[in-house]
């Protein structure tokens, strides 16, 4: 076993990032790497995403829920009407994240999603996944931007998006299965990704 490697109290090898809390664990055994589809899910996955940048991931797993209730599920169409009313309300909850610009950022890239078809957003996303990837063994091994983020990201701005970072997507790439990085010895490296 490696340092990159952690039995966890219940024996499970896992990726070491996930330490000791439950719901990282779960999140860990039950969401990350793991094909995500569909507009609304990768628009919240986005977002979500935004939010994080720099923060660890670990503040936003624990207030995605509230998230979901003050962002009316991640439903774009709702999102894109919010006006500055609701940007006050947001800025005064401490349930989430009070950044104006990511805030603000969420709003605006919600009202560009209304501007695609069904399916549009989901298949654009996946246009970026790569062909083939490597299973890293360590972390030293997985980047943290690849050509393929920066292209997602150069693509997500050119069409005005915001919060769509290289590093802020391939972290999405990640956690929406489009690339697997559990390492070597993970017991998610060998369990089947759907």
């Known amino acids: 076993m490696t340092a990159d490697v952690r039995i966890g109290p219940d024996g499970t090898a896992r990726c070491a990032w996930v330490g000791d809390d439950p719901e990282y664990r779960r999140y860990h055994d039950e969401e990350w790497g793991r094909p995500l589809h569909g507009d609304r899910p990768l628009f919240e996955k986005m977002s979500l995403e935004g939010f994080?940048?720099?923060?660890?991931?670990?503040t936003i797993l624990r207030k995605r829920p509230r998230f979901r209730e003050v962002f009316a599920g991640f439903d774009p169409a709702v999102i894109a009407a919010f006006d500055q009313g609701d940007i006050e309300r947001m800025m005064a909850d401490a349930g989430i994240i009070r950044?104006?610009?990511?805030?603000?950022?969420?709003i605006s890239n919600a009202?560009?999603?209304?501007?695609?078809d069904?399916?549009?957003?989901?298949?654009?996303?996946?246009?970026?996944?790569?062909?083939?990837?490597r299973r890293p063994a360590t972390f030293a091994d997985v980047a943290a931007t690849t050509a393929e983020s920066d292209a997602m990201?150069?693509?997500l701005r050119k069409r005005g998006f915001r919060f769509v970072g290289s590093t802020t997507m391939y972290a999405l790439m990640q956690s929406a299965g489009m690339v697997d990085d559990h390492v070597q010895g993970c017991w998610r490296a060998d369990a089947p990704r759907h």
Request: net charge negative; aromatic share 16%.
């Open 52 to 58: 994080q940048a720099g923060l660890s991931w670990i």
């Open 99 to 106: 950044n104006r610009l990511k805030i603000e950022a969420t």
């Open 111 to 116: 009202q560009l999603m209304l501007g695609l």
């Open 118 to 133: 069904d399916g549009e957003f989901d298949a654009f996303m996946w246009s970026f996944a790569p062909p083939t990837w």
């Open 153 to 155: 990201s150069k693509a």
